[in-house]
C-alpha cells in the first residue's frame, strides 16, 4: 500500500494528518516524497532576484547561465518544504524522495511525451491560446482566473509603466468604445464598437447580418483601415452578429479573439498578430509600434479623434481573464503549441468517477470534476519558459535548407519527437532519407508544461517506464490527498495518464482537504505577503523579522508596504513560538470538510496550552504510577481482576468510546471530530475527572487499600498510555516524548515497540465498555457540580470543606450516589455527603440547588458565611447596575424617543433594558437570601 499528497504553505500540516493516520490504522505503507519543479513559479521568483541583484533579465545572461542558477536557487532553497515536513512529523519515505527534474523523473517525461506521440494524442498547431505578457509564455486555460467588472474601472498593470492620464497610473477598462470605419469609394461610414481598442490594428473584416436591411447595399464591400490603409472586407456571418446590439456591425480581429478566431477560419479571413511576445505592439501595428498594449489603446483613441473617427464610450460589464501565476491580464494569441488530445482519457477518468472505481471525498467536488473532464479541450502542454523539461522534438532539416522554418506550419511535418538526440538522428535520417552528416537538427526551446511531470509523480517515483521492484510493488497507490484547489491541475492529470500510460487508476480514493487562508479569508500568497512559514509558527518569528523577509522578497515596493501593513495589524507582538504540535493540532480543530481554513494565531498559541496540560497532567499522573509495574497484558489482567471501582470501569469505558469515535473519524477522513473527540477525552475524562478521583486512593498506601490502589494505577497507566497513542497521529512530538517516560518501558517483553510509531493504534473493545457505570459517573458528575455552584455561590474557600446532603430518586441515581459517595467526596470538595438524610437532621442555614426532577443537592452553610459582608458585596453590585438601568429607562421614556429613534436601536435598547433588570432581580433574590439565612442562624 502506497499514499501520495501534495503540499503548499501552511498546507503540509493537514497533508500530515492524513499520512500519520494511514500509517496507524493499517500496516505502515510506503509514502514516497518529493517535489515538482513549479516551472512558471520558480522562473519567476528567480529572474526578480536577479533582476534586484543584478539588473539583468535571463536573456542578458543566456539560457544556460539563467539555468545554472535557478538550480544555485534550488540548492539553497528547494529543501524548504521538506524541512517543513520533516519538522512538522511527517511520516513519509525519505528515502524515497525525488524531484520532478531528477534523472529518474525526466526520463519518464520523455517516454509519456513520445508515447502520447506514437499514440496519435500528441500534436503541435497553431491556435488562438491564452497568453501572459508577464510570462512571455502561453498558459492552459484552468490557469486562468476571472474577475468581472461591472462598469468603468481603473486597473493597475504591472508590464506598463503607468498611464499619465491617471493619478495612480492605472488604466481603464469596462467600457465599449465606438468608432467608424470609413467604406471604400463613399462617403457612408460603418460604426462598430469594442472593449479592446487597440485590437483594432488587426481588424481583417467588419462582420453584418445577412438579413440586416441597414447593411444590405454593403454586402461584398469594404471599409478602410484609417491607420495603414488596408481594404477590410465586409462580410455576412448569422452565427456572430446579432442585429439588435448596438450598429449590428462587428469588428473582427481574428488574431486576438476567441469568436473572432471563429470567424477568420469560416470566412477564410487574414489572421494578423499585432502583440510581441511582452505585450508591446509589433510592426503590424504601426504607427503605434512599440508601445505597451495599453499605452497604445489610449494613443488610439486620441488618433481616431483627430481623424474625426471616434465615436464615444460608455460603460460595460466585461470579464477579464488574468494569469493565475502572475496576475498579468491575458491576451488571445496565436501561437505554435504542442497539444494533447485528452478526450479518450477524460472518458475514462469520468467512468472511473461514475462506477465507483474511483472515490472523490467530499463526494460533492464529483460536481466539479464531470464538468471539467466532460467538456474538456485539448490540454496546450508547451510552456515559453527555460526552468523546466525541455520538449524532447526536433526540427530536422538538410544543411543548405535555409527556406525551411520552423515558424512555417507548413512544415510541421519536420518536426521529429525522440527518446534522446541519437533516436531523434535516426527518425530524421529515415524522414528526409540522407546521411546524419548532412542533417540538422535543432531542439525545440520550449519546455512541458509543470503538470506534465507532477502527473506521472505516481509512477515515476516507482522507476516507470522500467518494470522496478518498487514499481511493482507499490504501484498503484491507494489514496491521493491534496487540496480541492488542485483538483483538475494535477488530480485529473494523473488519472487520465496513469490510465493512459499503464492502464491502471494511479489510486482509488482522493481525498480534497480544505485550503488554509489568513484570518480574514484571503488565500495565502506571496504576492500579498501573508504566507506563513509553518517554522515561523513552530519555533516563533519576530515582527521585525516578518517585515525584513518581506523586504528580502521579491515584491514591488507598492506591495511591500501594504504587507507590512497587513503583518503589523496581524502580527503586532511576532508570532509567538507554538510547536509543531500545537499548530497541528490547532489546525486538525479548524478542519471541516469542503471548508477553507481561516487561520488565526490565536486559537493556535490556545492548542499550546492544551500541550501545556497534556505535558503537566501526564507527569503529575506518573508520580501516581512511579512504584507501579505493568505488564505486557494490562488491561486484560485488569479488567478480569475483579478488583476495579466504578470510577476504574468508568475510565476504560470512556478510553473505548474514544478509541471507537477516533478509528471512525479517521476512516471517514473526518480530522476535525477526531480531534475533539482525542480533546475530550484527555481535557474532561483523564484530567477532570479520574486523575481528581484517585488522588485519595493512591496516596493511601495502607494494606486495605492495596487492591484498590492497584486498580486505580493500573487504569491511570492503561489510560495515559492508551491515550497518547490516540494522540499522536496528531501530535507526534510530545507524545513520543511522555510514552518513554512511562514507568515499566523495556520490561514488557520481546513485542514492546522501542518507539510510539511502531505501536499499534488503539482499537475499541466492545466488551470493555459499561454503560451502567457511564451513567453512573454521568449521575455523580451533576451532583459534584451541583456542590461545586453552592460552594461558589456561597464563596467558600477551596481549603473549606463542607457537609453535604443529596435528595436523590430511588433506582439509579440512588444507587450511583451511594456507591460513589467517595468521589463526590472527593470532587466536591465535602467533609461529609449524606444520601436521602431525614428531614430532621437537615440544617435551617442551607444551600439548595435542584439539578433535575430526581435529584436536590443542599449544602451546610452554618457558621461558613459573613452574611453582612456578602450583604455589602450585593448591594455595591446592585448599585452599579440599577444607575445605567434608570438612566436608560429615561432615555427610552423621553420624548421624541419613539419617532426618532430607529427600529434596530429601540430593539438594542430593549433588550439591554431587560439583561439590566434581570440582573437587578438576581442580586435582590440573593440579598434577601442572605438576609434569610442570617435570620435563620441568629435564631
Given at each position: 500500500m502506497s499514499l501520495l499528497f501534495a503540499t503548499r504553505h501552511l498546507n503540509p500540516l493537514l497533508l500530515a494528518y492524513t499520512n500519520f493516520t494511514h500509517c496507524h490504522l493499517h500496516p505502515p505503507p510506503t509514502i514516497p516524497s518529493g517535489t515538482d519543479h513549479a516551472g512558471i513559479a520558480t522562473q519567476s521568483v528567480v529572474e526578480k532576484m536577479i533582476m534586484k541583484q543584478t539588473n539583468q533579465t535571463r536573456h542578458d545572461l543566456g539560457r544556460d547561465t539563467f539555468i545554472s542558477k535557478v538550480w544555485e536557487w534550488k540548492a539553497e532553497y528547494g529543501s524548504r518544504i521538506t524541512t517543513q515536513l520533516r519538522r512538522l512529523g511527517s511520516s513519509v519515505d525519505w528515502g524515497r524522495e525525488r524531484f520532478t527534474m531528477d534523472d529518474m523523473c525526466s526520463k519518464a517525461v520523455i517516454e509519456a511525451f513520445n508515447r502520447f506521440h506514437e499514440a496519435g494524442l500528441l500534436y503541435r498547431a497553431e491556435r488562438l491560446g491564452n497568453w501572459s505578457c508577464a510570462l512571455k509564455s502561453a498558459i492552459s486555460d484552468i490557469e486562468v482566473d476571472y474577475i468581472d467588472l461591472e462598469g468603468r474601472t481603473f486597473l493597475e498593470v504591472k508590464t506598463h509603466k503607468g498611464n499619465p492620464n491617471d493619478a495612480k497610473g492605472r488604466y481603464?477598462?469596462?467600457?465599449?468604445?465606438?468608432?467608424?470605419?470609413?467604406?471604400?469609394?463613399?462617403?457612408?461610414?460603418?460604426?462598430?464598437?469594442?472593449?479592446?481598442?487597440?485590437?483594432?490594428?488587426?481588424?481583417?473584416?467588419?462582420?453584418?447580418?445577412?438579413?440586416?436591411?441597414?447593411?444590405?447595399?454593403?454586402?461584398?464591400?469594404?471599409?478602410?483601415?484609417?491607420?495603414?490603409?488596408?481594404?477590410?472586407?465586409?462580410?455576412?456571418?448569422?452565427?456572430?452578429?446579432?442585429?439588435?446590439?448596438?450598429?449590428?456591425?462587428?469588428?473582427?480581429?481574428?488574431?486576438?479573439?476567441?469568436?473572432?478566431?471563429?470567424?477568420?477560419?469560416?470566412?477564410?479571413?487574414?489572421?494578423?498578430?499585432?502583440?510581441?511576445?511582452?505585450?508591446?505592439?509589433?510592426?503590424?501595428?504601426?504607427?503605434?509600434?512599440?508601445?505597451?498594449?495599453?499605452?497604445?489603446?489610449?494613443?488610439?483613441?486620441?488618433?481616431?479623434?483627430?481623424?474625426?473617427?471616434?465615436?464615444?464610450?460608455?460603460?460595460?460589464?466585461?470579464?477579464?481573464?488574468?494569469?493565475?501565476?502572475?496576475?498579468?491580464?491575458?491576451?488571445?494569441?496565436?501561437?505554435?503549441?504542442?497539444?494533447?488530445?485528452?478526450?479518450?482519457?477524460?472518458?475514462?477518468?469520468?467512468?472511473?468517477?461514475?462506477?465507483?472505481?474511483?472515490?472523490?471525498?467530499?463526494?460533492?467536488?464529483?460536481?466539479?470534476?464531470?464538468?471539467?473532464?466532460?467538456?474538456?479541450?485539448?490540454?496546450?502542454?508547451?510552456?515559453?519558459?527555460?526552468?523546466?523539461?525541455?520538449?524532447?522534438?526536433?526540427?530536422?532539416?538538410?544543411?543548405?535548407?535555409?527556406?525551411?522554418?520552423?515558424?512555417?506550419?507548413?512544415?510541421?511535418?519536420?518536426?521529429?519527437?525522440?527518446?534522446?538526440?541519437?533516436?531523434?538522428?535516426?527518425?530524421?535520417?529515415?524522414?528526409?532519407?540522407?546521411?546524419?552528416?548532412?542533417?540538422?537538427?535543432?531542439?525545440?526551446?520550449?519546455?512541458?508544461?509543470?503538470?506534465?511531470?507532477?502527473?506521472?509523480?505516481?509512477?515515476?517515483?516507482?522507476?516507470?517506464?522500467?518494470?522496478?521492484?518498487?514499481?511493482?510493488?507499490?504501484?498503484?497507490?491507494?489514496?491521493?490527498?491534496?487540496?480541492?484547489?488542485?483538483?483538475?491541475?494535477?488530480?485529473?492529470?494523473?488519472?487520465?495518464?496513469?490510465?493512459?500510460?499503464?492502464?491502471?487508476?494511479?489510486?482509488?480514493?482522493v481525498y480534497l482537504h480544505a485550503m488554509v487562508r489568513d484570518k480574514d479569508g484571503r488565500k495565502m500568497s506571496k504576492s500579498l505577503g501573508n504566507v506563513i512559514d509553518p517554522l515561523e509558527v513552530i519555533d516563533g518569528c519576530t515582527l521585525q523579522t516578518l517585515l525584513e523577509k518581506l523586504d528580502a522578497g521579491n515584491l514591488p515596493p507598492k506591495e511591500v508596504a501594504r504587507a507590512?501593513?497587513?503583518?503589523?495589524?496581524?502580527?503586532?507582538?511576532?508570532?509567538?513560538?507554538?510547536?509543531?504540535?500545537?499548530?497541528?493540532?490547532?489546525?486538525?480543530?479548524?478542519?471541516?470538510?469542503?471548508?477553507?481554513?481561516?487561520?488565526?494565531?490565536?486559537?493556535?498559541?490556545?492548542?499550546?496550552?492544551?500541550?501545556?496540560?497534556?505535558?503537566?497532567?501526564?507527569?503529575?499522573?506518573?508520580?501516581?504510577?512511579?512504584?507501579?509495574?505493568?505488564?505486557?497484558?494490562?488491561?486484560?489482567?485488569?479488567?478480569?481482576?475483579?478488583?476495579?471501582?466504578?470510577?476504574?470501569?468508568?475510565?476504560?469505558?470512556?478510553?473505548?468510546?474514544?478509541?471507537?469515535?477516533?478509528?471512525?473519524?479517521?476512516?471517514?477522513?473526518?480530522?476535525?471530530?477526531?480531534q475533539m473527540a482525542a480533546y475530550s477525552y484527555w481535557m474532561n475524562d483523564v484530567c477532570d475527572v479520574f486523575l481528581e478521583l484517585i488522588k485519595p486512593v493512591v496516596y493511601d498506601k495502607s494494606d486495605e487499600n492495596t487492591e484498590n490502589r492497584w486498580a486505580a494505577q493500573a487504569t491511570l497507566w492503561v489510560a495515559i498510555e492508551t491515550g497518547l497513542r490516540i494522540l499522536h497521529p496528531m501530535m507526534p512530538f510530545v507524545t513520543e516524548e511522555l510514552w518513554q517516560r512511562l514507568p515499566g518501558r523495556g520490561t514488557l517483553g520481546d513485542s514492546e515497540p522501542q518507539t510510539i510509531m511502531l505501536a499499534h493504534y488503539p482499537q475499541c473493545n466492545a466488551n470493555f465498555r459499561n454503560l451502567e457505570a457511564e451513567e453512573s459517573m454521568e449521575i455523580t458528575m451533576k451532583i459534584v457540580r451541583a456542590c461545586r455552584s453552592l460552594r461558589q455561590q456561597y464563596n467558600i474557600a477551596n481549603k473549606v470543606l463542607t457537609h453535604f446532603f443529596v435528595k436523590v430518586a430511588s433506582g439509579s441515581p440512588e444507587a450511583a450516589a451511594s456507591t460513589q459517595t467517595d468521589d463526590i467526596k472527593t470532587l466536591g470538595r465535602a467533609s461529609v455527603v449524606d444520601i436521602n438524610p431525614d428531614e430532621d437532621s437537615l440544617t435551617k442555614s442551607v444551600g439548595i440547588v435542584v439539578v433535575d426532577e430526581s435529584t436536590t443537592v443542599l449544602m451546610d452553610i452554618k457558621g461558613l458565611v459573613d452574611y453582612s459582608a456578602e450583604i455589602k458585596k450585593l448591594e455595591k453590585q446592585l448599585s452599579k447596575t440599577t444607575a445605567p438601568m434608570e438612566q436608560l429607562e429615561a432615555k427610552m421614556a423621553a420624548p421624541g424617543y419613539e419617532d426618532n429613534v430607529s427600529e434596530e436601536v429601540k430593539a438594542t435598547n430593549i433588550e439591554r433594558l431587560d439583561g439590566l433588570k434581570k440582573k437587578a432581580a438576581d442580586i435582590q433574590e440573593a440579598i434577601a437570601n442572605f438576609k434569610n439565612l442570617a435570620e435563620l442562624e441568629s435564631s
Amino acid at each position: 500500500m502506497s499514499l501520495l499528497f501534495a503540499t503548499r504553505h501552511l498546507n503540509p500540516l493537514l497533508l500530515a494528518y492524513t499520512n500519520f493516520t494511514h500509517c496507524h490504522l493499517h500496516p505502515p505503507p510506503t509514502i514516497p516524497s518529493g517535489t515538482d519543479h513549479a516551472g512558471i513559479a520558480t522562473q519567476s521568483v528567480v529572474e526578480k532576484m536577479i533582476m534586484k541583484q543584478t539588473n539583468q533579465t535571463r536573456h542578458d545572461l543566456g539560457r544556460d547561465t539563467f539555468i545554472s542558477k535557478v538550480w544555485e536557487w534550488k540548492a539553497e532553497y528547494g529543501s524548504r518544504i521538506t524541512t517543513q515536513l520533516r519538522r512538522l512529523g511527517s511520516s513519509v519515505d525519505w528515502g524515497r524522495e525525488r524531484f520532478t527534474m531528477d534523472d529518474m523523473c525526466s526520463k519518464a517525461v520523455i517516454e509519456a511525451f513520445n508515447r502520447f506521440h506514437e499514440a496519435g494524442l500528441l500534436y503541435r498547431a497553431e491556435r488562438l491560446g491564452n497568453w501572459s505578457c508577464a510570462l512571455k509564455s502561453a498558459i492552459s486555460d484552468i490557469e486562468v482566473d476571472y474577475i468581472d467588472l461591472e462598469g468603468r474601472t481603473f486597473l493597475e498593470v504591472k508590464t506598463h509603466k503607468g498611464n499619465p492620464n491617471d493619478a495612480k497610473g492605472r488604466y481603464e477598462f469596462g467600457v465599449l468604445t465606438s468608432f467608424a470605419y470609413p467604406v471604400e469609394d463613399s462617403e457612408e461610414k460603418l460604426i462598430v464598437a469594442t472593449t479592446r481598442l487597440e485590437t483594432m490594428l488587426g481588424d481583417t473584416a467588419v462582420a453584418i447580418h445577412p438579413e440586416d436591411a441597414r447593411y444590405k447595399h454593403l454586402h461584398g464591400k469594404f471599409v478602410i483601415h484609417p491607420f495603414n490603409g488596408r481594404r477590410i472586407p465586409i462580410v455576412c456571418d448569422a452565427e456572430l452578429v446579432d442585429m439588435t446590439f448596438g450598429t449590428g456591425a462587428v469588428k473582427i480581429t481574428p488574431a486576438h479573439d476567441p469568436n473572432d478566431y471563429e470567424c477568420g477560419k469560416r470566412h477564410n479571413l487574414e489572421f494578423i498578430t499585432i502583440l510581441t511576445p511582452d505585450g508591446a505592439i509589433n510592426h503590424n501595428g504601426a504607427p503605434f509600434e512599440g508601445m505597451m498594449r495599453y499605452d497604445a489603446r489610449i494613443a488610439v483613441e486620441e488618433a481616431l479623434k483627430e481623424k474625426g473617427l471616434y465615436v464615444g464610450k460608455e460603460p460595460n460589464k466585461m470579464r477579464l481573464g488574468l494569469c493565475s501565476r502572475s496576475g498579468d491580464i491575458l491576451e488571445p494569441m496565436i501561437t505554435p503549441q504542442w497539444y494533447v488530445n485528452c478526450d479518450g482519457m477524460a472518458k475514462r477518468a469520468t467512468d472511473a468517477v461514475r462506477n465507483g472505481e474511483l472515490k472523490i471525498i467530499p463526494n460533492e467536488h464529483e460536481k466539479t470534476w464531470f464538468q471539467w473532464l466532460d467538456n474538456i479541450r485539448d490540454w496546450c502542454v508547451s510552456r515559453q519558459l527555460w526552468w523546466g523539461h525541455q520538449i524532447p522534438a526536433y526540427f530536422a532539416t538538410k544543411k543548405g535548407e535555409e527556406e525551411i522554418l520552423k515558424t512555417d506550419m507548413s512544415n510541421n511535418d519536420r518536426w521529429v519527437v525522440a527518446r534522446s538526440e541519437e533516436d531523434a538522428y535516426e527518425k530524421a535520417e529515415k524522414l528526409l532519407g540522407c546521411p546524419r552528416d548532412e542533417i540538422t537538427l535543432e531542439r525545440d526551446e520550449d519546455v512541458l508544461d509543470t503538470w506534465f511531470s507532477s502527473g506521472l509523480f505516481p509512477f515515476s517515483v516507482m522507476g516507470w517506464p522500467d518494470n522496478t521492484d518498487d514499481f511493482k510493488a507499490f504501484y498503484p497507490t491507494s489514496l491521493l490527498e491534496t487540496g480541492l484547489d488542485i483538483l483538475f491541475f494535477w488530480v485529473a492529470r494523473m488519472v487520465m495518464m496513469g490510465l493512459q500510460l499503464t492502464d491502471v487508476l494511479p489510486f482509488h480514493t482522493v481525498y480534497l482537504h480544505a485550503m488554509v487562508r489568513d484570518k480574514d479569508g484571503r488565500k495565502m500568497s506571496k504576492s500579498l505577503g501573508n504566507v506563513i512559514d509553518p517554522l515561523e509558527v513552530i519555533d516563533g518569528c519576530t515582527l521585525q523579522t516578518l517585515l525584513e523577509k518581506l523586504d528580502a522578497g521579491n515584491l514591488p515596493p507598492k506591495e511591500v508596504a501594504r504587507a507590512k501593513k497587513d503583518q503589523e495589524a496581524d502580527f503586532p507582538d511576532g508570532i509567538p513560538e507554538c510547536g509543531s504540535d500545537a499548530l497541528r493540532f490547532g489546525l486538525l480543530a479548524y478542519t471541516v470538510q469542503g471548508r477553507d481554513v481561516n487561520l488565526d494565531m490565536k486559537r493556535v498559541v490556545g492548542y499550546r496550552l492544551f500541550c501545556n496540560k497534556l505535558w503537566n497532567a501526564t507527569r503529575f499522573a506518573l508520580q501516581f504510577v512511579s512504584d507501579f509495574q505493568p505488564t505486557a497484558n494490562i488491561l486484560e489482567e485488569l479488567m478480569s481482576s475483579g478488583k476495579m471501582a466504578i470510577r476504574d470501569k468508568f475510565m476504560i469505558s470512556r478510553l473505548m468510546a474514544c478509541c471507537e469515535t477516533v478509528n471512525d473519524c479517521f476512516s471517514n477522513y473526518k480530522f476535525g471530530d477526531a480531534q475533539m473527540a482525542a480533546y475530550s477525552y484527555w481535557m474532561n475524562d483523564v484530567c477532570d475527572v479520574f486523575l481528581e478521583l484517585i488522588k485519595p486512593v493512591v496516596y493511601d498506601k495502607s494494606d486495605e487499600n492495596t487492591e484498590n490502589r492497584w486498580a486505580a494505577q493500573a487504569t491511570l497507566w492503561v489510560a495515559i498510555e492508551t491515550g497518547l497513542r490516540i494522540l499522536h497521529p496528531m501530535m507526534p512530538f510530545v507524545t513520543e516524548e511522555l510514552w518513554q517516560r512511562l514507568p515499566g518501558r523495556g520490561t514488557l517483553g520481546d513485542s514492546e515497540p522501542q518507539t510510539i510509531m511502531l505501536a499499534h493504534y488503539p482499537q475499541c473493545n466492545a466488551n470493555f465498555r459499561n454503560l451502567e457505570a457511564e451513567e453512573s459517573m454521568e449521575i455523580t458528575m451533576k451532583i459534584v457540580r451541583a456542590c461545586r455552584s453552592l460552594r461558589q455561590q456561597y464563596n467558600i474557600a477551596n481549603k473549606v470543606l463542607t457537609h453535604f446532603f443529596v435528595k436523590v430518586a430511588s433506582g439509579s441515581p440512588e444507587a450511583a450516589a451511594s456507591t460513589q459517595t467517595d468521589d463526590i467526596k472527593t470532587l466536591g470538595r465535602a467533609s461529609v455527603v449524606d444520601i436521602n438524610p431525614d428531614e430532621d437532621s437537615l440544617t435551617k442555614s442551607v444551600g439548595i440547588v435542584v439539578v433535575d426532577e430526581s435529584t436536590t443537592v443542599l449544602m451546610d452553610i452554618k457558621g461558613l458565611v459573613d452574611y453582612s459582608a456578602e450583604i455589602k458585596k450585593l448591594e455595591k453590585q446592585l448599585s452599579k447596575t440599577t444607575a445605567p438601568m434608570e438612566q436608560l429607562e429615561a432615555k427610552m421614556a423621553a420624548p421624541g424617543y419613539e419617532d426618532n429613534v430607529s427600529e434596530e436601536v429601540k430593539a438594542t435598547n430593549i433588550e439591554r433594558l431587560d439583561g439590566l433588570k434581570k440582573k437587578a432581580a438576581d442580586i435582590q433574590e440573593a440579598i434577601a437570601n442572605f438576609k434569610n439565612l442570617a435570620e435563620l442562624e441568629s435564631s
